[in-house]
């Protein structure tokens, strides 16, 4: 059964090609060189020849090397161990702790039956108001970080998965700096959310092989943990080293591109991803975040535009802030109705008066008089801007809309905000309180 | 053709895969690959020399070189007859709750579960005697399926006329029983069942003649029926970038148009949706019927998620179930969502065969592929004289929101209507997000002619004003373009838009919008006095304000009546005398 395979007749890229028989089709096998083994996955099969591609690259890889075929697809293990521990992009320990095989898994399993699924209906709290109050995050909703390089989106990925309220947090790296690494490391252990966090890291300088695998690998243990009633929030970054590691691997087995050098099925490979966030009737739940950088800030690229086509929504991250246009939750109205009765009020009403601002910022910068209303909603911007948009600012749900009471009242009187009587009779701060944001 | 035909597995490469033969084969035979216990049902697509290539219609992991392939001699098929409506189906004809009870949460490979249910008993009437002569597609009796007659037809695929020999009495048979017997000229028999098998990528042609479609489809959306309508029998599509409300309209559309069945396919789109459509329809009652929605529909259902070669094949199951039902003399209205995923897979596909790519790497015959789609629609007579109806609606997904891209121009160059959303719109929350500026018709609408044209017009002359405005300022705009703009506004806000999540204003009957369009075109031919531009502004907002509060009070309602005379008390106070 195991037997090894010398004729390697071709090496292209990170992909060989090894003559060899009763080989199953994405397969795996163990290539080994003098400078170690690697893992390869089958990734075509013509008669005798086996097209591998190997995760660790084919540097250094000789003709005369020996290739023996494992009889399995790729398999990750699952289960309590692994909680807690950081792995690289095929599964082996990055943090000295022992290599695992239990439970073992198939990666990139079939669909959900689409019947089987149901209507997201459960809020993730995240302690960002940007996001709580008017991109409410559901259960199951698939959701891309639309950002450009430089900004922070590491930074907002791990604070949410540091305050999220979720059971386990699953953490994909791909293609991440090493200090991005550490840093989600550090973070995690700071906040003492490793213990329940799994991380499957691809730096930089891994190879591009590995980047494609961290996905897969990533939802499999998501996916187990989830039916076992677990409710999973998978964070992926940087999606777009994905997709690049996708061209890469395309180009390579001359597939012809069809958008900028991307293959044909880039929607497919993705969705193939995406779609594995899910809310199982009867089990647990995943949640997928992903960090998209978009090439030049272009959201017409084929990754963001594919993305988008996907995903229910998605976050602007530009300047340093969650934008508020743009931005969209396409399953906020699911559950932002029952949180608490005024929280669609202050949703909308908040970002109809940040939208007049940008235009009265617009006329301001064009040098017209700024009537008494422009100097309010001047003064609104800016307690809206340094105190719910700025990522620093971290807190409840019910906090937040307070705090959105609070700021209308310092700047208008009821009846400018257009909200309904009864709502302002509720909820309109009282002047005694005295609690100002405009000190 | 006793024995199967066999042939072997020697490339696999994703979903396609090589097989060499030695007995014939058939371009678009079925052929399933013998895998351990598993049989991957495939379709060939391609043959050259003993070479047959056929895409997979699952995931093709583990397969090996040298694995044995069955070939059936069929192309492939879907089972039409009584049990379809309200079903959920996958883009092989699969029922998934079936599915879901054999296999659980997953999508088990190569689990292939007959369309419809081989115990369930249909009352079955007959409605030929013995002795008469019939041909393909004639009604030999019907069983009562949900709200529908559902007839039981002489099979679509033989040619030429035949007695009928015997044919059963009222009973209770389930689709494997045959209920009459017929036989052609030379007397061979054929046995007529409930139910018949139909190849998916042929149209069924059982008709006297397909007829002009000049009926227009009421859809009870404003901005379509009265600007941009359809026709009963005519073809639509949606293109627009993600985000700016596709499907929500779509799904609008499948609950107030006025048809009888509603066959939607979700091809490669998002499961989440299907899941709300799946989850709400038998919920919602269809206010013309008084059933649950869900017993009109048929949902056929591959998310992106699931098989591409499948995705391929479930538009056309969609529209051969379409096809039957309009067999049956009903109005069908087939959406599908989106066509891009289509087209996509088609390109998938072309890209592993290694054909030479046309424009963003898509087949040369992707335009000839959607234009015969599309052409599938269209108005019929049946031979006993009686209407039927297919229309189909796309949804589009151009790459980057950019309409120049291949698949939205093919499907301009075949569509009767164009309904193009865009992002401004949805941006500035102006659902339907259908942008009038771009959009059009071939088709008539219930509108007067010369109101709708009003209605266009003022369209047109309100955006010259506003980019006009852009340069050189309110201050430098006349008082008669300020309020030509505002009309314009006005007639977006109070007809165009409407309220999804208003019971009353997410549906308008077709007495109602040409009432109400009577009316608005009236105001727009009027000439109003105002001294100002304020007094202009603050007019209109009113009207806007009484407008909306009429477009939510039910049809013919004492409110509406109320409403309407205070409209008219407002409009007076500004009409120029005479």
């Given amino acids: 059964m195991q037997k090894l395979y010398t004729n390697i007749i071709q090496i292209v890229g990170d992909v060989i090609t090894v003559e060899a028989e009763n080989v199953g089709n994405t397969e795996m096998a163990q290539v080994i060189t003098r400078r170690g083994t690697s893992l390869a996955q089958v990734i075509r099969l013509d008669g005798k020849k086996v097209f591998l591609q190997v995760f660790a690259g084919s540097r250094g890889i000789s003709t005369g090397d020996k290739v023996k075929f494992l009889g399995h697809p790729m398999r990750v293990a699952t289960g309590a161990s692994l909680l807690g521990r950081i792995f690289n992009g095929s599964g082996l320990p990055l943090d000295n702790g022992p290599a695992l095989y239990d439970n073992l898994v198939k990666i990139g399993g079939p669909p959900v039956n689409p019947v089987k699924r149901i209507i997201p209906n459960k809020m993730i709290r995240t302690g960002i108001p940007m996001i709580d109050v008017f991109n409410s995050l559901v259960e199951s909703q698939k959701l891309p970080v639309f950002s450009i390089a430089g900004e922070p989106y590491n930074e907002l990925l791990a604070s949410i998965a540091t305050q999220a309220e979720v059971d386990i947090i699953i953490l994909g790296g791909m293609g991440l700096k090493y200090d991005d690494y550490l840093f989600f490391r550090d973070t995690l252990e700071e906040h003492g959310a490793l213990s329940h966090s799994i991380v499957f890291m691809h730096t930089a300088a891994d190879p591009v092989v590995e980047c494609l695998l961290v996905p897969d690998i990533s939802l499999a243990v998501a996916e187990n943990y989830a039916l076992e009633g677990k409710r999973v929030l998978v964070l992926l970054t940087d999606m777009s080293n994905f997709c690049d590691a996708l061209k890469e691997i395309a180009i390579t087995m001359q597939q012809i591109p069809s958008n900028r050098g991307y293959p044909g099925d880039l929607y497919s490979q993705l969705a193939a991803r995406y779609e594995k966030a899910v809310d199982f009737d009867t089990a647990g739940s995943i949640t997928i975040l992903a960090a998209t950088t978009m090439p030049g800030d272009d959201v017409t690229h084929p990754i963001p535009d594919n993305t988008g086509y996907i995903t229910e929504g998605q976050f602007y991250l530009k300047n340093g802030v969650i934008e508020p246009f743009g931005s969209l939750s396409r399953l906020k109205q699911q559950v932002n109705a029952k949180t608490r009765d005024d929280h669609r009020t202050i949703m909308d009403t908040m970002i109809q008066l940040f939208a007049d601002y940008r235009e009265t910022q617009e006329k301001q910068a064009m040098g017209f008089q700024m009537s008494s209303w422009d100097m309010k909603l001047l003064k609104y911007g800016k307690l809206f801007e340094d105190n719910m948009m700025s990522l620093r600012v971290n807190v409840p749900l019910e906090k937040a809309l307070d705090r959105g009471w609070d700021i209308l009242h310092d700047c208008f009187s009821p009846e400018e905000t257009g909200i309904k009587k009864s709502m302002t009779d509720k909820y309109w701060p009282d002047n005694n309180e005295n609690k100002t944001y405009s000190g | ?578």
């Fill in chain 2, 1 to 578: 053709m006793t024995a199967p035909r066999k042939g072997r597995v020697t490339k696999i490469s994703g979903n396609m895969v090589t097989v060499r033969f030695d007995s014939p084969v058939m371009q678009n035979e079925v052929a399933y690959i013998l895998h351990g216990a598993e049989r991957l049902k495939s379709e060939i697509i391609r043959v050259r020399n003993n070479l047959a290539e056929m895409q997979v219609y699952e995931a093709t992991s583990c397969l090996k070189i040298g694995e044995e392939v069955e070939f059936t001699g069929e192309l492939l098929s879907v089972e039409l007859g009584p049990g379809m409506l309200g079903q959920i189906f996958d883009g092989l004809q699969n029922p998934l709750p079936e599915v879901a009870r054999q296999c659980g949460f997953f999508l088990k490979r190569g689990v292939y579960i007959k369309a419809l249910s081989d115990t369930e008993v249909w009352d079955f009437t007959p409605l030929v005697k013995t002795g008469d002569t019939v041909r393909a597609g004639d009604k030999i009796g019907f069983v009562q399926e949900k709200i529908f007659r559902h007839y039981c037809m002489v099979p679509f695929s033989l040619r030429g006329s035949f007695e009928v020999v015997s044919v059963e009495n009222d009973g209770r048979f389930t689709i494997r029983q045959a209920v009459a017997q017929i036989k052609d000229p030379n007397g061979r028999m054929y046995p007529v069942f409930l139910s018949q098998h139909w190849p998916v990528k042929i149209p069924i042609r059982s008709y006297a003649e397909k007829l002009k479609p000049d009926k227009p489809l009421v859809t009870r959306m404003r901005l379509i029926d009265s600007l941009f309508p359809v026709a009963r029998g005519g073809t639509y599509c949606i293109p627009g970038p993600f985000g700016a409300g596709k499907t929500v309209l779509q799904q609008l559309t499948s609950r107030h148009a006025e048809v009888d069945v509603v066959v939607i396919a979700a091809c490669g789109e998002r499961a989440g949706e299907v899941v709300e459509t799946i989850k709400t329809f038998p919920t919602l009652t269809d206010p013309r019927t008084n059933h649950p929605l869900s017993d009109r529909t048929v949902i056929i259902c591959n998310t992106s998620s699931m098989p591409v070669a499948a995705r391929e094949s479930s538009v056309y199951t969609a529209v051969t179930i379409a096809e039957y039902y309009r067999q049956m003399g009903l109005h069908v209205l087939l959406l599908a969502d989106s066509t891009s995923r289509w087209a996509q897979a088609m390109r998938e596909m072309s890209g592993r065969l290694e054909e030479i790519p046309g424009e963003e790497a898509f087949p040369a015959y992707l335009e000839s592929r959607i234009a015969s789609f599309y052409e599938r629609a269209g108005v019929v007579r049946l031979h006993d004289g009686s209407t039927g109806s297919v229309t189909i609606g796309g949804a589009v997904s151009p790459a980057g929101g950019n309409f120049e891209e291949p698949v939205t121009q093919a499907t301009l160059k075949v569509v009767g209507a164009f309904h193009g959303l865009s992002r401004s719109r949805s941006d500035a929350r102006r659902y339907p997000a259908i942008d009038p500026l771009i959009s059009w018709s071939k088709y008539k609408s219930f509108i007067d002619e010369k109101q709708k044209e009003r209605g266009h017009g003022i369209l047109r002359k309100g955006f010259d004003i506003v980019q006009m405005m852009k340069v050189v300022g309110e201050e430098g705009t006349s008082l008669s373009d300020y309020v030509d703009y505002l009309k314009a506004e006005f007639f977006d806000f109070v007809y165009l838009q409407q309220n999804a999540f208003d019971t009353v204003d997410e549906a308008t009957p077709k007495e109602r919008q040409i009432y109400v369009f009577d009316f608005i075109y009236r105001i727009l031919e009027s000439e109003f006095i105002f001294e100002n531009k304020d007094a202009a502004l603050h007019f209109f907002q009113l009207l806007r304000q009484l407008f909306k509060g009429w477009n939510s009070s039910p049809w013919q309602s004492e409110e509406f009546e109320k409403t309407e005379k205070e409209i008219r008390v407002h409009l007076l106070e500004r009409l120029k005398k005479g």
